[in-house]
């Protein structure tokens, strides 16, 4: 992830941690030996690892950080085993700087940090101390206060006889949102709602920890105040269909298609851009080059959403006609595969239901179309909005008689499978409560 194409950011903290001058003002509890034998800070412990939790130590920068941040440094394993981390967000629980002195004196025992009298987040990497660490390789974020593991990732970093250094680390707090990545490689990506462990927490200081016996080495450490999210393109929403999704011109009123609606039910941050044509099927809008039309235009995150099947079930047109189980699936892949190959998300929608009211039921005529669909989207793992079944259950909540009113033959008295604009709208909010129930393109 390139979070400064994200974030807006600001740098507000940078100290190259080159030598004693730049660690003025740093604390440190417990024992430690600090060199820069390289122009970069190494840190070591001073006591034998045999003294358990004693041994080990805590190093803060004294500034104190806002709540949403961008963490960075350069990282080098040099001796192991052993472990690092680092504390964000640390204050009193009460909300003291972690340096007042009515907070109890601590000396690096790890149970100050997690069961004293401060809250923060630890994020631990390089886990090598104990045998069952070295034997599988993870990155843990803790809520403090309390011991409480939230988040879990596997540890790129090699051994250190295989480390090609530097590694640089990246820690991201913005909001509830908690982000770390190892050269770019996201571990994990945490939201810290109020189910864990309670409220997230804010700003406050950051601190580097070590386990005896490790030694390594730390440069570069910046962090940046995040303003908020960088403004990017709107995601585009190009649509694939027939004469049901078309949009048409004011003089064919009262027909609609759906996608001539669906825009209006979201912000300018999502926008529609209908392709759909009446009376083409999945080969054919192929074969004018319609698709090629969209995958000229479409980029990465967009959405292809593709609706065919009332034409390609016509044999009586075999220009038009798909057979369900071969041709039909295989056109379908051609549109999903084009979408991929752009880096955006193909969505099928099995086709509507028409008007079709028999023995008090409205039925669907193209059950093959859709069930071939559905093993489509299964064997590609491409979303599926089954629209055949939302608007067959919709047609039989309000009934024939105000059904019929979403159809053109309440205008011209024989059209069942063409809607009024009432329809269009109807079934663009049908489409809409799916996407949200389905969690993508919500509103």
């Known amino acids: 992830m390139n979070w400064k194409e994200r974030y807006d950011v600001d740098l507000i903290y940078d100290n190259p941690l080159q030598s004693e001058n730049d660690i003025q003002g740093f604390r440190l509890e417990g024992e430690a030996d600090l060199s820069f034998p390289s122009q970069r800070m190494r840190l070591g412990n001073q006591m034998d690892a045999r003294e358990g939790q004693k041994s080990n130590f805590v190093f803060w920068c004294p500034e104190n950080f806002p709540s949403d941040i961008v963490v960075t440094w350069?990282?080098?394993?040099?001796?192991?085993?052993?472990?690092?981390?680092?504390?964000?967000?640390?204050?009193?629980?009460?909300?003291?700087?972690?340096?007042?002195?009515?907070?109890?004196?601590?000396?690096?025992?790890y149970d100050q940090y997690h069961h004293g009298d401060m809250n923060a987040y630890h994020v631990s990497y390089y886990r090598r101390r104990w045998e069952e660490e070295r034997a599988f390789h993870t990155c843990n974020l803790r809520k403090s206060y309390g011991f409480h593991l939230v988040a879990q990732g596997a540890d790129?970093?090699?051994?250190?006889?295989?480390?090609?250094?530097?590694?640089?680390?990246?820690?991201?707090?913005?909001?509830?949102?908690?982000?770390?990545?190892?050269?770019?490689?996201?571990?994990?990506?945490?939201?810290?709602?109020?189910?864990?462990?309670?409220?997230?927490?804010?700003?406050?200081?950051?601190?580097?920890?070590?386990?005896?016996?490790?030694?390594?080495?730390?440069?570069?450490?910046?962090?940046?105040?995040i303003n908020g999210m960088v403004q990017t393109k709107p995601v585009t929403v190009y649509l694939a269909g027939d004469s049901t999704v078309q949009t048409y011109e004011a003089d064919s009123a009262p027909q609609a298609g759906w996608g001539q609606f669906i825009g209006s039910y979201y912000t300018e941050d999502i926008q529609f851009i209908n392709?759909?044509?009446?009376?083409r099927s999945s080969k054919?809008?192929?074969?004018?080059?319609?698709?090629?039309?969209?995958?000229?235009?479409?980029?990465?995150?967009?959405?292809?959403?593709?609706?065919?099947?009332?034409?390609?079930?016509t044999k009586s047109r075999p220009e038009r006609y798909t057979d369900p189980y071969t041709t039909y699936k295989q056109y379908?892949?051609?549109?999903?595969?084009?979408?991929?190959?752009?880096?955006?998300?193909?969505?099928?929608?099995?086709?509507?239901a028409r008007l079709h009211y028999k023995d008090d039921v409205f039925v669907n005529d193209f059950p093959d179309y859709c069930n071939a669909m559905k093993q489509v989207a299964a064997e590609e793992s491409v979303e599926l909005i089954d629209l055949m079944t939302r608007s067959l259950t919709y047609y039989s909540s309000i009934g024939y008689d105000e059904a019929s009113t979403l159809f053109m033959i309440s205008s011209n008295g024989t059209d069942c499978t063409h809607f009024t604009e009432k329809g269009a709208i109807e079934i663009a909010k049908l489409?809409?409560?799916a996407m949200a129930e389905q969690n993508f393109l919500s509103i």
């Open 332 to 352: 379908l892949r051609m549109y999903i595969h084009g979408a991929r190959r752009h880096h955006a998300i193909p969505i099928l929608i099995t086709p509507m």
């Open 156 to 225: 790129p970093i090699p051994d250190v006889a295989d480390a090609q250094g530097p590694y640089r680390i990246t820690l991201i707090k913005h909001g509830v949102e908690i982000i770390f990545m190892i050269n770019d490689l996201t571990i994990f990506h945490w939201h810290d709602d109020k189910s864990f462990y309670g409220k997230s927490l804010g700003g406050g200081k950051i601190g580097f920890r070590q386990m005896a016996p490790f030694i390594a080495e730390y440069a570069n450490l910046k962090v940046y105040g």
């Open 431 to 433: 489409l809409v409560q």
């Open 275 to 279: 392709h759909a044509i009446g009376g």
């Open 74 to 109: 350069d990282f080098w394993p040099i001796r192991e085993p052993g472990l690092c981390m680092l504390f964000f967000s640390a204050m009193g629980i009460d909300g003291d700087d972690i340096f007042d002195p009515k907070l109890a004196h601590r000396t690096g025992m």
């Open 284 to 313: 054919t809008f192929v074969e004018e080059g319609r698709l090629d039309a969209i995958l000229e235009e479409i980029s990465a995150n967009d959405y292809l959403m593709i609706q065919m099947g009332h034409n390609d079930s």
